[in-house]
């Protein structure tokens, strides 16, 4: 018997450099999209999409950016609904409940999880700057 090691790249890693906390989550949202193939076209309405409610809480804003991808990625996941724009969103301490727009689809079971590797949120100039690892 034998054995060897096989290098397998299973992970992506998402940078953000946004002005504001909102605009950090937003850019999740849609990197998420364009993860699991759905465009986020500007030009559609919110008519052209389904609403949904999202909350997520954490003890930091690394761990509620994590918790936001989380949900987003089980939501593609358990009901084929794929967030592409966020219309509503409040943000509290720890807590974070939002209304976002999205279509159903059939998204691949891509994320497999949201590690806390390199996890940053934080201020950075007159902005912000956020960077997650996702394993896929």
Do not use: N, Q
């Not at 096989?6 to 998402?14: G, K, M, Q, R």
Request: aromatic share 6%; glycine share 6%.
């Amino acid at each position: 018997m034998t054995y060897r090691w096989i290098d397998h790249t299973a992970e992506v890693e998402l940078e953000i450099e946004a002005a504001s906390e909102r605009a950090v989550l937003e850019e999740a949202l849609r990197a998420l999209a364009e993860l699991l193939g759905v465009e986020c076209d500007e030009a559609l309405g919110p008519a052209s999409t389904v609403p949904h409610e999202v909350s997520a809480e954490a003890t930091d804003r690394p761990t509620l950016l994590a918790a936001w991808i989380e949900e987003l990625a089980f939501l593609a996941e358990s009901e084929g609904f794929v967030a592409t724009r966020l219309v509503d969103l409040d943000l509290h301490g720890g807590d974070l409940r939002a209304i976002v727009g999205g279509v159903l689809a059939e998204p691949p079971p891509l994320v497999k999880a949201v590690t806390y590797h390199r996890l940053t949120f934080e201020p950075s100039g007159d902005g912000y700057v956020a960077r997650v690892v996702l394993d896929v």
